[in-house]
């Protein structure tokens, strides 16, 4: 099992700046690939980024806005993100393992309990 904990959530003023961690533990061999999700109210949860092997991925809205980052050797993962808009309001959720779309949905095997971002305008 992997545990995952985020921190650094919060509330912003549009085009502001937040920067989000988190930290795993546990059987942190499962974590090849790390990244983060987001799930809007009555919205399916999304992918924002995730980064594996040193290449990274990024949903189109936030690409030149947000950031992934991770240092191996302290097993955590940030996001930076810049320019933010209202609709990124979410819960944002540390996530990492196999990342899968599956029902319009992305699944992933480990998750955190999530952290809230709150974008005013």
């Known amino acids: 099992q992997v545990q995952l904990v985020e921190s650094g959530g919060g509330l912003v003023q549009a085009g502001g700046s937040l920067r989000l961690s988190c930290v795993a533990s546990g059987r942190t061999s499962s974590t090849q690939t790390m990244g983060w999700l987001r799930q809007a109210p009555g919205k399916q949860r999304e992918l924002v980024a995730a980064?594996?092997?040193?290449?990274?991925n990024y949903a189109d809205s936030v690409k030149g806005r947000f950031t992934v980052s991770r240092d191996k050797a302290k097993n955590m993962v940030y996001l930076q993100m810049n320019s933010l808009k209202p609709e990124d309001t979410a819960v944002y959720y540390c996530?990492?393992?196999?990342?899968?779309?599956?029902?319009?949905?992305?699944?992933?095997?480990?998750r955190g309990q999530g952290t809230q971002v709150t974008v005013s305008s």
């Open positions: 980064t594996s092997g040193g290449s990274t």
């Open positions: 996530a990492a393992g196999r990342f899968q779309f599956t029902g319009g949905s992305w699944q992933v095997d480990f």
